[in-house]
T-cell receptor, first 111, second 114 residues
């Protein structure tokens, strides 16, 4: 059974810092790894999707990497801004089974 | 574009009451999902559907029922509300499952059972 873990649970950084969020999964036979953003009181917004054949995906200041052999993915945020404050969740898709989510990392960027 | 729409946004129920959470999507997605999110936890899958007329259980289906009569709609029904069902419920959809399809989420229904 796939299990997804995110560390740290919460993170506070000053504006302008580069930061890394970590995600680990137990079953390396995944189809894709997705990163989502959740703002308070809102649903999830898909940020990046990395297919199993890919090593990384980039969108603006965000870069997500995938290492299936070690069961790890990272989300790198460059030059963080207060508007980046949110909870970030990763989720792994295996075969035709639905996504398995981590508990998320709550990020606060302080101006 | 509306995307995934959930109604109501908030609801308070008494123990033993029943209700239906509505979800509709306008993206012609085949796959639809219901999750619940408890404080400090990730999302847990309740039920999902791969197309009209087809539904399947997720990780936490007990106490819930679903139906999928059209591509657009995927309602979630609570028959006998219990305090353990207090949660935030999210509906999501995707064109298909697989390697390259992200899920699109609604804004959630916040449900309290008292």
């Amino acid at each position: 059974k796939q299990e997804v873990t995110q560390i740290p649970a919460a993170l506070s950084v000053p504006e302008g810092e580069n930061l890394v969020l970590n995600c680990s999964f137990t079953d390396s036979a995944i189809y894709n790894l997705q990163w989502f953003r959740q703002d308070p009181g809102k649903g999830l917004t898909s940020l990046l999707l990395i297919q199993s054949s890919q090593r990384e995906q980039t969108s603006g200041r965000l870069n997500a990497s995938l290492d299936k052999s070690s069961g790890r993915s990272t989300l790198y945020i460059a030059a963080s801004q207060p508007g980046d404050s949110a909870t970030y969740l990763c989720a792994a898709a295996s075969g035709n089974t639905p996504l398995v989510f981590g508990k998320g990392t709550r990020l606060s960027v302080i101006a | 574009n509306a995307g995934v729409t959930q109604t109501p946004k908030f609801r308070i129920l008494k123990i033993g009451q029943s209700m239906t959470l509505q979800c509709t999507q306008d993206m012609n997605h085949n796959y639809m999902y219901w999750y619940r999110q408890d404080p400090g936890m990730g999302l847990k899958l309740i039920y999902y559907s791969v197309g009209a007329g087809i539904t399947d259980k997720g990780e936490v289906p007990n106490g819930y029922n679903v139906s999928r009569s059209t591509t657009e709609d995927f309602p979630l029904r609570l028959e006998l509300a219990a305090p353990s069902q207090t949660s935030v419920y999210f509906c999501a959809s995707s064109y298909r499952t697989g390697a390259d399809q992200p899920q699109h989420f609604g804004d959630g229904t916040r449900l309290s059972i008292l």
